[in-house]
């Protein structure tokens, strides 16, 4: 049963409207008009068109932020992937760790971005939920009025190298250099930042969970469904992705089903600074990155000939030995 760890007030979230100018070489977006709540927002993310994806003059809904998290545990890395039920979409994807940016964050949307972190990534272990730190900060403990938040062993997140081509809020270039593209379906300027998660070697028994707030009558609600981690593990080889999925329950990594799976728009295909998909399918995103995706091999007649017959005889000596 899905456990209840907090409720908020939905109307106490308030964004801004963008003004949004790209060339070629970068992009700059600042915050114009009133304060939105998250009903209105919603509103203003209808899909919009662009003639040129380089260079344009926009405005637009929301900026969104992201987060490619590599994941470091036992001398392996990962990507880390959400799975969502988008509910002003329609559909169920998995996703980056990723939230709207309040009106207060807009010239800071790296500190979004890292509470996205603390809140959606759930790291388990027998004597309780592990705490992070961001360089010398402590990240918030979202949870801890219904969770034991280990303080002891922190994971770290660390920043990792950033895109090519500078964004800028205002005059002021975002150091950490997200990836950014504006979302025509969404009408919103969404960045991608790279962190770096490292766990620490004395966590034993980790498991892993995704929570994320859903709007219920009046209500955000963020539950926890132990039947349903709903964070899934893509293993890296030499900084490339490999088309597997796990889950993480106890130091085991269990495989994921991709049958009819499909990713989030961070996925598809940027053209520029554009990004026209609304999500896109496992099978396509594989493709496009030249990936092979493994499955499990059915066993062969003769296979199932010798796998019976070994298990004949090892019951075969038990019996001797009675």
């Not at 760890?5 to 939905?10: A, E, F, M, V």
């Not at 997140?157 to 379906?185: F, I």
């Not at 593990?233 to 490339?240: A, E, N, S």
């Not at 989030?264 to 396509?284: I, K, M, P, T």
């Amino acid at each position: 049963m899905a456990r209840t760890l907090i409720r908020k007030n939905p109307s106490n979230f308030k964004t801004l409207p963008l003004h949004v100018e790209a060339t070629p070489e970068r992009l700059s977006y600042q915050s114009i008009g009133m304060p939105l709540n998250f009903a209105q927002t919603l509103q203003r993310r209808k899909a919009i068109q662009l003639d040129d994806s380089q260079r344009f003059v926009i405005e637009l809904a929301n900026l969104g932020v992201s987060v490619r998290l590599t994941l470091n545990w036992q001398n392996r890395d990962y990507w880390v992937l959400v799975r969502q039920r988008r509910q002003d979409r329609g559909d169920v994807v998995l996703k980056l760790i990723s939230g709207y940016v309040p009106a207060q964050e807009l010239n800071l949307p790296l500190h979004t971005a890292i509470q996205e972190v603390a809140e959606e990534c759930l790291m388990e272990t027998p004597e309780g939920w592990l705490s992070g730190r961001f360089n010398d900060t402590w990240l918030p403990a979202p949870y801890a009025a219904a969770l034991h938040y280990r303080e002891a062993l922190p994971f770290t997140l660390s920043p990792a190298s950033g895109a090519a081509r500078p964004v800028h809020c205002g005059n002021l270039m975002l150091l950490e250099r997200p990836r950014a593209y504006v979302h025509l379906p969404t009408a919103s300027l969404q960045l991608i930042y790279d962190l770096r998660l490292q766990v620490p070697k004395e966590a034993k028994s980790l498991s892993l969970f995704h929570v994320d707030e859903r709007l219920e009558g009046d209500q955000l609600v963020a539950r926890l469904n132990r039947k349903r981690p709903d964070l899934y593990l893509m293993p890296l080889k030499d900084g490339q992705p490999l088309a597997e999925l796990y889950t993480l329950k106890k130091d085991q990594l269990v495989p994921a089903s991709t049958r009819g799976l499909y990713l989030a728009e961070s996925f598809a295909l940027q053209d520029g600074w554009v990004v026209r998909e609304e999500r896109v399918r496992w099978r396509e995103w594989v493709r496009q990155q030249g990936l092979v995706e493994s499955r499990p091999e059915k066993p062969s007649h003769l296979q199932r000939f010798s796998d019976k017959a070994r298990a004949l005889l090892q019951r075969a000596k038990t019996t001797l030995h009675k």
